[in-house]
């Protein structure tokens, strides 16, 4: 295997981890071992001595540099196998610092997720996570020119959800993304089952809001969403009280036999209504079961 970077020059001393299955439709990957976790050396070359002895495989190379990526393409070249790097913007990322504010809690050592699907490589997204300092300030390393979207995930306190670019490159301006936290609105959630409505003690519940936004690639504009998720169990009453803000909230329920998802609005004072979940068994069980859930504000 021979690595080059986009001008065809060979990219020595590069780490990497060779990941090797049966070909299409199955992709059923091996385990990795030390052979598989590789070097290139002085040549940008590299030799796999453990490959399967198939008819047909499917393999591709993961960098395990911060500096690289290997695009996803390959080329054989005189039995060679080619794989094209490109470099990473790290060295382009700047330190951008923002504050949590509070009137009511103290502000140290909350979680801040900043996300965003502008990448340097086409397909991914940047998720980064730092917490707040005793004074409610908080630094990441951005990319330039991406939209990030910043919100705070907590089990008892909501903060916004804001988008914007925090550093813009041509401009050489500094946007710093600033978070208010609040109690929010407390939800309750009651979880029933079967015809006598027992309580469902016990079952894990997620929650995420969702903060829709949109942003420029080039000319192209692009659309997406982000914010906090979070999740929680029920109790033997079958209840669940979480905080959230007043916008809409997405509860769903995964589980080995059945999944549901509902979205509601959650308004100050105001039942959120309910919602049903269905047991989807196994396609071999003939039964369906439902199970009802009691969605409430309080």
Partial sequence: ????????EAVPNASFVL???????????????EHTRMQTDSNGEALYR????????????????????????????????????????????KRVSGTVRSSTTDVGGFLV??????????GYSDHLSTFTNADGTFSVDVLPDATYCVFS??????????????????TDKITSPELTLSKGQQVEVFVITGPDRKP????????????????????????????????????AA??????????????????????????????LGQPTGRFLLRHWPHRWLCLRVQRMVELRAR
Avoid: C
Avoid at 1 to 8: A, I
Avoid at 19 to 33: H, I, L, R, S
Avoid at 113 to 122: K, L, N, S, Y
């Fill in 113 to 122: 997720p900043v996300q965003t699907f502008q990448a340097d490589r086409e």
């Fill in 50 to 93: 453990w490959l399967p002895d198939w008819k047909a495989h499917h393999f591709y190379a993961e960098s395990k540099s911060d500096l690289w990526y290997v695009d996803q393409e390959k080329e054989v070249q005189d039995d060679v196998v080619v794989f094209k790097m490109t470099r990473s913007k790290i060295a382009d990322r």
């Fill in 200 to 235: 469902f003690s016990n079952l894990a519940v997620s929650f995420s809001t969702k903060h829709r936004y949109s942003w420029f690639e080039g000319k192209e504009k692009r659309n997406g969403s982000g914010g906090p998720s979070w999740w929680a169990t029920t109790d």
């Fill in 238 to 267: 079958g209840r669940i009280q979480t905080p959230a803000n007043l916008v809409k909230l997405d509860v769903s329920v995964y589980t080995p036999l059945w999944q549901t998802r509902e979205t509601h609005d959650v308004s």
């Fill in 1 to 8: 295997m021979r690595f080059v970077d986009q001008s065809g």
């Fill in 19 to 33: 990941y090797v299955a049966t070909p299409t439709p199955d992709y059923n990957y091996m385990g990795q071992t």
């Fill in 153 to 170: 995930v907590d089990p008892k306190w909501v903060s916004n959800i804001t988008d914007l670019i925090p550093y813009q490159s041509t």
